[in-house]
């Protein structure tokens, strides 16, 4: 069993930056898929961002160019770095990981990911 915790969301206007935390209660480098992705209110969950466990990012086309995934120092934190935000980012925002090898294909796909994260908010004014 792996628990996550998000944190790091807020408000900010369009154009401003966010940067996200996921920790995790254990070592979740080595051999889980992890991931970034949101929910706004009446949209299906939404794959934003994958990284692997060679450290290879895959993003949503929506995001390219704008947000950033990537491991902390400590085997156990992932964060999402996000410039540029825009209202359409409004959503919540969920961590989850996989234990094990996920295909390209399936990445940002919610039903790949064993282990979720309660959420944080973030909401994004024009």
């Known amino acids: 069993q792996v628990q996550l915790a998000e944190s790091g969301g807020g408000s900010v206007q369009a154009g401003g930056s966010l940067r996200l935390s996921c920790r995790a209660s254990?070592?979740?480098?080595?051999?889980?898929?992890l991931a970034w992705f949101r929910q706004a209110p009446g949209k299906e969950r939404e794959g934003v961002a994958t990284?692997?466990?060679?450290?290879?990012?895959t993003y949503v086309d929506s995001v390219k160019g704008r947000f950033t995934i990537s491991k902390g120092d400590a085997r156990n934190t992932l964060y999402l770095q996000m410039n540029s935000l825009e209202p359409e980012d409004t959503a919540m925002y969920y961590c989850?990981?996989?234990?094990?090898?996920?295909?390209?294909?399936?990445?940002?796909?919610?039903?790949?990911?064993?282990?979720w994260g309660q959420g944080t908010q973030v909401t994004v004014s024009s």
């Open positions: 989850a990981a996989a234990p094990r090898w996920v295909g390209a294909t399936d990445r940002l796909r919610a039903l790949a990911y064993t282990y």
């Open positions: 990284i692997d466990t060679y450290g290879r990012a």
């Open positions: 254990k070592n979740i480098y080595s051999g889980y898929c």
